[in-house]
């Protein structure tokens, strides 16, 4: 299990979020945040993102994945760990 301070399934430095390749899919959960957001995927490990009501997206190496505000979205865990960094 993927132990955080903030009880998250990624480590957080600055606006750099890594999502381990370990953490558990139950914590991988549907959510929306209170801001927009651009993550920016700075390594992908073959992880998807999924929007709510859409089909799953692979994610790419220097895709920029915008996230409006109040919209659910998760993301589907892939075969390394997950790089993003978040812009608000």
Same mark, same amino acid.
């Given at each position: 299990m993927v132990e955080t301070s903030t009880g998250n399934p990624? @480590? &957080?430095e600055g606006? @750099? =979020?890594?999502?381990?390749?370990?953490?558990p899919d139950s914590e991988l959960i549907w #959510? =929306?945040?209170h801001n927009d957001r651009v993550v920016e995927v700075i390594k992908a +490990? +073959?992880?998807? *993102?999924q929007m709510d009501d859409e089909l799953p997206q692979k994610l &790419?190496? +220097? &895709?920029?994945? *915008?996230v409006p505000k109040e919209? *659910? #979205? =998760?993301?589907i865990k +892939?075969?390394?760990d997950l790089v993003i960094r978040i812009h608000e």
């Open positions: 990624y @480590i &957080e606006d @750099i =979020r890594t999502f381990p390749v370990t953490a #959510h =929306r945040d +490990g +073959g992880w998807s *993102y &790419e190496n +220097g &895709e920029m994945v *915008y919209t *659910y #979205h =998760r993301v +892939g075969t390394q």
